[in-house]
Structure formats: C-alpha cells, structure tokens
C-alpha cells in the first residue's frame, strides 16, 4: 500500500534553513505528481509546492516562492523541500502528499517551528 514518511523537520531561527524529505513507497514513484502541503496551528491546510513527473516542473505558493525548492530523486522514491529563509509563518506540520487511484495520500507529518 502506498506509504509517505516524512523527516527533517525541527526547530530553527528566523531566517535558518531546514531540508525535509520523504521517503515514498507502495507506487510506481516516478509516474505522479507529489506535493507538500502544510498546516500551521489552528488554520486549515495550506498548498506549499508541486513537482511533476515526467519533466520536474515545479510550482511554488506565493507565500514560500524564492525560498523554497522542491526536488525529487526517482532512483531512491524521495521527494525533498529545501526551505531557507524561514519565517515564523512558516511554522507548521509538513505533509507529503499523492493522488494515487482515487485517494489522496498523506505521511504522518513532521514539525517545523521557526522561532527565536
């Protein structure tokens, strides 16, 4: 079955860098769309980044566009964020995520906290 596992999150100043990754497994990894997507405290989630498939493009929401960067490496089913220049805003749990079937799939979450 599909699995998403998330890791890399913690606590960072403003202005620090955090990678997050997530191992994927459970689906032919290289043919889908992945996605993070976030959570801040108390609000609903929040859209952060897309990478296609076939060609890598990459789409960013406004709030996080030019500092972060999403990658994947099909060889090893991961998917990384590397965010720099964080933002108290940016505290949330992160997600990975994928439409695969009829379902969409999400990881367990990892915690980023930006505080001084």
């Known amino acids: 079955q599909v699995q998403l596992v998330e890791s890399g999150g913690g606590l960072v100043q403003p202005g620090g860098s955090l990678r997050l990754s997530c191992a994927a497994s459970?689906?032919?990894?290289?043919?889908?769309?992945m996605s993070w997507v976030r959570q801040a405290p108390g609000k609903g989630l929040e859209w952060v980044s897309d990478i296609f498939s076939s060609d890598d493009r990459t789409y960013y929401a406004d709030s996080v566009k030019g500092r972060f960067t999403i990658s994947r490496d099909n060889a090893k089913n991961t998917v990384n964020l590397q965010m720099n220049s964080l933002k108290p805003e940016d505290t949330a749990v992160y997600y990975c995520s994928v439409d695969w079937g009829m379902t969409n799939y999400w990881g367990q979450g990892t915690q980023v906290t930006v505080s001084s």
């Open positions: 459970g689906f032919t990894f290289s043919s889908y769309i």
